[in-house]
T-cell receptor, first 112, second 114 residues
Framework: GQNIDQPTEMTATEGAIVQINCTYQ??????LFWYQQHAGEAPTFLSY????GLEEKGRFSSFLSRSKGYSYLLLKELQMKDSASYLC?????????????FGTGTRLLVSP | DSGVTQTPKHLITATGQRVTLRCSPR?????VYWYQQSLDQGLQFLIQ???????AKGNILERFSAQQFPDLHSELNLSSLELGDSALYFC???FGQGTYNEQFFGPGTRLTVL
């Protein structure tokens, strides 16, 4: 089976840094994605990690530790528009097919 | 705009009815994925098609079925609808059949079952 855990909600201030954690337990792990989703809108891709370490992409960075079943998304220089849900998704391989399993998401509220 | 289109945007229907949701993938993408997102469940993978063939199945109910046509558009059919089927249904597409390809999500269809 699979289990993906993220905090339900986080708050932060404009200009600050926030780290959103994701822990997972799954068989057939084959990579981890982060998506951003504004309320009522489609998820949009942020980052992808398959090897251990940090991937940096502008204000957003994502880290993966496969041995610990742990990832985080780091958002720097927060802006009001970063208020959204952040979804951690694990790519899981099973019998030759792959699928994405999403966590329930972390709702981030950025205040002035 | 991801390039993935979904119709209709909103759908209101009654219990017991049947509906069809439609998805057109990005130009050149061969894989289509269907997801259900309800308030308490998060984004749940339903099913994937690649170039017309079913490739992976998630938590899709027997009352639900899907297909991908030769022009690569896909339809998700939901029948004997129940109140609990009310949710946002997203379609996503990617070029390859493996999910290492980034998935691009459509705007979703909001289904309300009364």
């Amino acid at each position: 089976g699979q289990n993906i855990d993220q905090p339900t909600e986080m708050t932060a201030t404009e200009g600050a840094i926030v780290q959103i954690n994701c822990t997972y337990q799954t068989s057939g792990f084959n990579g981890l994605f982060w998506y951003q989703q504004h309320a009522g809108e489609a998820p949009t891709f942020l980052s992808y990690n398959v090897l251990d370490g940090l991937e940096e992409k502008g204000r957003f960075s994502s880290f993966l530790s496969r041995s610990k079943g742990y990832s985080y998304l780091l958002l720097k220089e927060l802006q009001m528009k970063d208020s959204a849900s952040y979804l951690c998704a694990v790519r899981k391989e099973n019998t030759g097919f792959q699928k994405l399993v999403f966590g329930t998401g972390t709702r981030l509220l950025v205040s002035p | 705009d991801s390039g993935v289109t979904q119709t209709p945007k909103h759908l209101i229907t009654a219990t017991g009815q049947r509906v069809t949701l439609r998805c057109s993938p990005r130009s050149g993408d061969l894989s289509v994925y269907w997801y259900q997102q309800s308030l308490d469940q998060g984004l749940q993978f339903l099913i994937q098609y690649y170039n017309g063939e079913e490739r992976a199945k998630g938590n899709i109910l027997e009352r639900f079925s899907a297909q991908q046509f030769p022009d690569l558009h896909s339809e998700l059919n939901l029948s004997s609808l129940e109140l609990g089927d009310s949710a946002l249904y997203f379609c996503a597409s990617s070029f390859g059949q493996g999910t290492y390809n980034e998935q691009f999500f459509g705007p979703g269809t909001r289904l309300t079952v009364l």
